[in-house]
């Protein structure tokens, strides 16, 4: 057997299983690049870079003097490549973008797997449990954090029961909510006034109780959150 299968094997093996663990944490939370999709783009960095640590086993009996060879040209194309990847996942749900941290978790894991293929075993297993810690321990931290929510806001009156811009001011500011800027729109043929506003809060059931609020009103004919 070859002295280096070995090593190559162990290189591959790790990079394999870092990938399906930080794969298995994203598969756990429903996102849309998973178990399989990590394990191998973990593999596949792990496995271009075998190719220049272990270099002159392929290169033969080439003199080592007419070859110059930059393992650093083969990360930078790795880590080129996964950004396609990684902005495969990221896509707009409303005033939402999701998949951003799914496409980090993918770029840390061609990083990664990029350690183990050179053999770099230290740095790539803090690395790999720094990630894992980040993605299952910081997202409870993150929701501890007091944060915004935004929302859009249309509030549609009957034409000749509009309720007056201030009080919409103050009924939106009683629940919890500011304004961000409001526009206005007027449907004669519909026969219908409406408010169209960014609003911002700072509680995360405010958008609740302000639902529940709007649907009392009967001189509301129709409202979206």
């Known amino acids: 057997m070859h002295p280096h299968y070995v090593e190559i094997a162990t290189h591959l093996a790790a990079a394999w299983a870092a990938g399906s663990l930080i794969g298995l944490e994203r598969s756990f939370h429903g996102r849309p690049a998973g178990f399989r999709t990590h394990a191998l783009v973990c593999l596949a960095a792990a496995l271009l870079m075998v190719v220049t640590a272990y ?19 083969i990360a930078q194309g790795i880590m080129t490549g996964i950004g396609f990847l990684g902005a495969g996942v990221i896509f707009k749900d409303g005033l939402t ?12 894991t061609s990083a990664i ?29 993150e929701a501890w954090i007091p944060s915004h929510t935004f929302g859009q806001l249309v509030l549609r009156f009957s034409e000749d029961k509009v309720l007056p811009e201030p009080d919409v001011r103050t009924l939106i500011a009683a629940q919890g909510f500011s304004i961000a800027n409001m526009s206005y729109r007027l449907d ?35 409202f979206r959150i």
């Open 97 to 108: 973008v999701r998949g951003l941290t799914t496409a980090a978790s993918i770029w840390i």
């Open 113 to 141: 797997g990029i350690l183990y293929g050179v053999g770099f075993f230290f740095p790539a297993t803090l690395a790999t449990l720094a990630t894992l810690g980040t993605l299952a321990i910081f997202r409870r931290i």
């Open 55 to 73: 270099q002159w086993d392929w290169l033969g009996a080439v003199p080592m003097e007419t070859v110059r060879t930059d393992p650093t040209r």
């Open 188 to 222: 004669r043929a519909g026969g219908f006034y409406e408010y169209r506003m960014m609003v911002r809060t700072g509680s995360k059931h405010a958008i609740e109780t302000l639902a529940s609020e709007l649907r009392t009103r009967t001189d509301l004919l129709e």
